[in-house]
């Protein structure tokens, strides 16, 4: 059975730092891309981040560019996010996800995360 697993969430005030991870287990990812999406309160789920499989491409939205690093470690078969400088506008529950290289949809998803940041 194929599982992806977010761990590493919480709260933490404005300017803090989270560092969320994303295990995978029932098959290997290290060819697969991988996404971090995340969805706030009462509004869609939107893309934060996402990495090739060789982890030598990355791709980030305008909202987190320079605060946001995505990184993965194929041994692991883990992806993570690092998050600097949270503004409360960071805050909610955050997936990841494997996009597949044939359809390019993201069709395996974790159960998520929440990051709350306080002002």
């Known amino acids: 059975q194929v599982q992806l697993v977010e761990s590493g969430g919480g709260l933490v005030q404005a300017g803090g730092s989270l560092r969320l991870s994303c295990a995978a287990s029932?098959?290997?990812?290290?060819?697969?891309?991988m996404g971090w999406f995340r969805q706030a309160p009462e509004k869609e789920r939107e893309f934060v981040a996402r990495?090739?499989?060789?982890?030598?491409?990355?791709d980030y939205a305008e909202s987190v560019k320079g605060r946001f690093t995505i990184s993965r470690d194929n041994a692991k078969n883990t992806v993570y996010l690092q998050m600097n400088s949270l503004s409360p506008e960071d805050t909610a529950v955050y997936y990841c996800?494997?996009?597949?290289?044939?359809?390019?949809?993201?069709?395996?998803w974790g159960q998520g995360t929440q990051v709350t940041v306080s002002s």
């Open positions: 990495i090739s499989g060789s982890g030598g491409s990355t």
């Open positions: 996800a494997a996009q597949s290289i044939a359809s390019r949809r993201y069709n395996y």
């Open positions: 029932g098959r290997t990812f290290s060819n697969n891309p």
